[in-house]
DNA sequence: ACCTGAACACCGTTCAAGT
DNA sequence: ACCTGAACACCGTTCAAGT
């Protein structure tokens, strides 16, 4: 939103300055928050290579210094970044059953990650959660508690599952490709490469798997996430 | 092991050169797997940003500039090094059945890559995969299929296990304490800075769990592992 | 064939100075 | 209170020159 201010200094041109159409944009306030954001765009478009003090300044229209009056230093600014990217997942809901309630939060984090790659990577020290994290890990462990797990299952679910989500998000993110049709290219490049009588198995998996169409790695995810969901279950019951 | 060589040319003092006492070291040939080797050990010893071109020469005793004749460029290097720790996992062994033969490779993998935290993260762009990289693959697909499983559920199989190796890594590597001592320090001061208020779940947890004595945030390693592990063995069954 | 030294185009971060 | 400009101590990488 643009506020237009009157110019007080006399003016022989006008007396009402119009809104400026000069190379300087009417300067909003900086903030932490607005500083997190612009961060979040440079590194999901480019990647956290992309992401600089240098080029955060020229996003904001401002010197890359003056991004330090609203964060330590980088790593504050990429824990600030993790915690808002925690806050996009939607929290687990208090009126699902827990596995329902855990499953749609997990597909949620999962959408998340896609979203944000390089937030699998950034939170490299997990010293200082943000409040977004925190209330996100309180309700899941809330969601297992009210579910029928003991403490001991709950802490055993929570790590299962969130180790499970950021391992398959790292792996998506290292696979060179995402629709069906530059897996089908890829995997025909990799497939002719591939010494056959070295690696059968794996020769096998892409030809009569990977290259069927319709193929799409990120298809394994839920089936992974209900393996573990069941087995949850079992030890839930186990655990009363 | 040094080889110690001779002299040809004539010298007035003595008809056998000692290997010289002096400031530069007999220089061993430099290769790639030399290279690759210093790059681990210096992320070993710092993480991956002590590992700089210009530090790894000085560790090599050349020029920084010398690396490049071994290796196209850093993320060269890094591949390299992901593929040399790859490695170091025990292939699962023939004479085991499919669950005790994943079961070991899984535990040699996370030890791996404790050994080796920086590792997690080194693969960012899984193009061009190292020979070991490829033999761990092909031989724990091998060793789905021949336990019974079905291609597409070996692909499954293979996504959950090894997504969960990863994202169990990945968190613990992140957690600021490993020895149960620093973990019960750390999670008292956690909980006194935690407004019990807010996170009711997550201050239960820590007081009631992780400040329990003995307890290791790495224990729960195989706690998640058995659980897939059994989740694999109905898959199984199901896809004959 | 391998190594070196100088150079280029960047980094994160500090600090005194400005408004 | 916030922003700037110059500076410092680094980066990865190139390239011509040496042996």
């Known amino acids: 939103m643009y506020v237009v201010r009157f110019a007080t200094r006399d003016r022989s041109e006008s007396e ?16 932490k928050e607005r500083v997190i954001g612009a961060a979040i765009a440079l590194a999901d478009a480019g990647g956290l290579d992309a992401l600089t003090m240098r080029r955060l300044g020229d996003e ?13 230093n980088k790593e504050d600014l990429l824990n600030g970044m993790a915690d808002m990217v925690f806050g996009e997942i939607k929290l687990p809901s208090h009126s699902d059953d827990w596995r329902t309630a855990i499953r749609k939060r997990s597909i949620s984090f999962h959408d998340v990650l896609v979203r944000h790659p390089w937030a699998t990577t950034a939170r490299d020290s997990g010293t200082n959660p943000g409040t977004a994290t925190l209330r996100n890990h309180d309700r899941v462990i809330g969601t297992f508690r009210n579910g029928g797990f003991s403490i001991a299952a709950a802490a055993h679910a929570f790590s299962a599952v969130d180790s499970y989500i950021y391992g398959f998000a790292m792996q998506e993110k290292s696979l060179p490709f995402t629709t069906p049709e530059e897996t089908a290219a890829m995997a025909a490049i990799l497939l002719a490469q591939l ?7 794996l020769a096998e998996l892409t030809a009569d798997h990977v290259l069927k169409p319709g193929y799409r790695y990120s298809d394994e995810f839920l089936i992974g996430l209900d393996l573990i969901l069941d087995g949850l279950d079992s030890m839930r019951i186990e655990s009363q």
Chains 1, 2 share one sequence.
């Open 16 to 31: 009402m300055t119009p809104p400026r159409k000069s190379t300087s944009e009417p300067r909003v306030r900086l903030n």
């Open 60 to 72: 904001l229209n401002v010197e890359a210094m003056s991004v330090y009056n609203h964060v330590a």
């Open 195 to 201: 010494p056959a009588s070295d690696y059968p198995y």
